[in-house]
């Protein structure tokens, strides 16, 4: 059930130690923020998550198998930008990875297929709130219309684990409250683990089930190379959340819809209840 266990995981590039001895186990269905000063090694600890980076040292698993090496439909990505197709319409986006998944063992998707994947698509673009921007190019959006287009997209391939590397710091702070009650939102009701690099505070604390910081223990300018971050804090939010439930903190994000116009759970979608099942979820390779 997408729990991750990291256990004495270093990185190092060259003579550079960026992060050492990080022992953590994240539970399923926590929602981690990730917070430390800038440079410490938090988009390198997402990128080792996702499989972009080898670890030099130490282990990953995700449900007790070893993280592959690179990544995989288990896990989905949204960084601070740019992570949709700027040449693709947001409904292309949203279609691509499962038309991608499936053209791999169908030759291409057509017919009955390519609708479902299209249909599919515009209930994730209603959920995210895109509804009527489908033929739209993500130049035409927003900040915050772009992030909800990359949440859309990378949900499309129902990932077990989402890594977000600070998605929300470039928008506005209206912007962000909207986008923080949708994150939590898709975070109650799809199955899944989230890992998020945020620099806010307020950020994490609204969001996390569990705030972990990485700060590097010695930092004269002799010793930064050798000696790279660790966790320095690891703090359980209280009253502790649970996907699905509300706290007294979440009254006025729960019962969980940002919009009381958009039905939940989400349309036309099915998620998986606990293992997928093999067919649901072939293999990209
Ligand atoms: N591909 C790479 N090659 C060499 N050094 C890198 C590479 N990626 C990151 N680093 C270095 O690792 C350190 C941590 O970077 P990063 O993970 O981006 O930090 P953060 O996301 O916490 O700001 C930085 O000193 C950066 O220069
Ligand atoms: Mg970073």
Not at 150 to 171: H, I, R, S, T, Y
Not at 220 to 230: H, I, K, W
Not at 244 to 268: F, S
Request: aromatic share 6%; charged share 25%.
């Amino acid at each position: 059930m997408s729990g991750i266990e990291i256990r004495n995981l270093w990185k190092e590039y060259g003579d550079q130690v960026v992060l050492q001895n990080v022992d953590l186990t994240i539970a399923p269905r926590a929602f981690i923020a990730l917070v430390g000063p800038s440079g410490c090694g938090k988009t390198t600890f997402l990128r080792m998550l996702l499989g972009q980076e080898t670890p030099t040292r130490g282990t990953i698993t995700l449900d007790g198998a070893p993280l592959p090496h690179e990544p995989d439909p288990d896990r989905g990505v949204v960084f601070q930008r740019y992570s949709v197709f700027p040449h693709m319409t947001v409904l292309g986006n949203v279609m691509a990875g499962p038309e991608l998944r499936a053209s791999r063992f169908l030759g291409r998707t057509f017919g009955a297929r390519r609708r479902a994947i299209a249909d599919e698509a515009r209930a994730m673009l209603a959920e995210v709130g895109l509804a009527g921007s489908e033929d739209k190019y993500p130049a035409q959006l927003s900040g915050g219309m772009q992030q909800r287009l990359a949440l859309a997209q990378a949900l499309m391939m129902k990932p077990k684990v989402l890594l977000l590397d600070e998605p929300f710091g470039a928008l506005d702070p209206g912007i962000r409250s909207d986008i923080h009650r949708l994150m939590k939102r898709l975070w109650n009701e799809v199955p899944m683990t989230v890992v998020m690099v945020t620099h806010d505070l307020k950020e994490a604390f609204t969001l996390a089930t569990r705030i972990i910081a990485f700060e590097r223990t010695r930092d004269r300018p002799e010793e930064r190379l050798r000696y790279g971050a660790t966790i320095t804090k690891d703090i359980l939010i209280w009253p502790p959340r649970s996907a699905g439930k509300t706290t007294i903190w979440d009254a006025d994000l729960l019962p969980g819809r940002d919009d009381p116009t958009i039905p939940g759970p989400i349309a036309g979608t099915t998620w998986p209840k606990e293992e997928p099942d093999a067919d649901a979820y072939p293999p990209l390779r």
